[in-house]
């Protein structure tokens, strides 16, 4: 049983447009989100984070927005460049629920079009 | 470069064969985490250990072990392997065991096909 679900398995952008990149999760004991990029033969790159006491979280390009009554999260980037291009994992964790650790998504492939 | 290293970054080997991964975590990080990465599925998380101890354990194969010694780094051990074992496996540290601002950084991973 998937906890965090990507629903879109490659997403297309022009670049300078935004890129959104969305997330969902069932498990309700999940409150740290977190948005990893990967490039090909690299591991996943950190991207920006987002606690559940937020619902906005920014920096430089990208904006992490999550709403919680609706178990969903996504991922802003503006404006979109080449080097986007990438697989986006989003990722969750419970931190009062143990040592839950990462639970991750399957990817969203994003493709930034010059 | 996230300060974590991983070897080898290729092994190629036949199936029932035992193969050993090794991890190196960032300089002051107590948690060492790996996970697998099969062709077009997510990082399926295998365990965690923190400070030496094993401190969580996802769907690791009985076949599969760990181990993180006191200078810290971490062994996988895959053992009796199958073609279905060829994968990626990453490695990722971070500073604590669990919580908000605990980002896991991760290695650039080892490529293991088996033959």
């Known amino acids: 049983d998937q906890q965090v679900k990507q629903n879109s398995p490659s997403l297309s952008v022009q670049e300078g447009r935004i890129s959104i990149l969305n997330c969902d999760y069932t498990?309700?004991?999940?409150?740290?989100f977190l948005w990893y990029k990967k490039y090909p033969a690299e591991g996943p790159t950190f991207l920006i984070s987002?606690?559940?006491?937020?619902d906005k979280n920014e920096d430089g390009r990208f904006t992490v927005f999550l709403n919680k009554s609706a178990k969903h999260l996504s991922l802003h980037i503006v404006p979109s460049q080449p080097g986007d291009s990438a697989v986006y994992f989003c990722?969750?964790?419970?931190?009062?629920?143990?040592?839950?650790?990462?639970?991750f998504g399957k990817g969203t492939r994003l493709s930034v079009i010059a | 470069d996230s300060g974590v290293t991983q070897t080898p970054k290729h092994l190629i080997t036949a199936t029932g064969q035992r193969v050993t991964l090794r991890c190196s975590p960032r300089?002051?990080?107590?948690?060492v985490y790996w996970y697998q990465q099969s062709l077009d599925q997510g990082l399926q998380f295998l365990i965690q250990?923190?400070?030496?101890?094993?401190?969580a354990k996802g769907n690791i194969l009985e076949r599969f072990s760990a181990q993180q010694f006191p200078d810290l780094h971490s062994e996988l051990n895959l053992s009796s392997l199958e073609l279905g074992d060829s994968a990626l496996y990453f490695c990722?540290?971070?500073?604590?065991?669990?919580?908000?601002?605990?980002?896991?950084?991760f290695g650039p991973g080892t490529r293991l096909t088996v033959l």
């Open positions: 990722a969750a964790s419970g931190w009062n629920s143990g040592n839950t650790p990462l639970v």
């Open positions: 300089s002051g990080d107590l948690s």
């Open positions: 250990y923190y400070n030496g101890e094993e401190r």
């Open positions: 990722a540290s971070s500073p604590r065991t669990s919580g908000t601002l605990n980002e896991q950084f």
């Open positions: 498990n309700s004991m999940f409150d740290y």
């Open positions: 987002i606690s559940s006491i937020k």
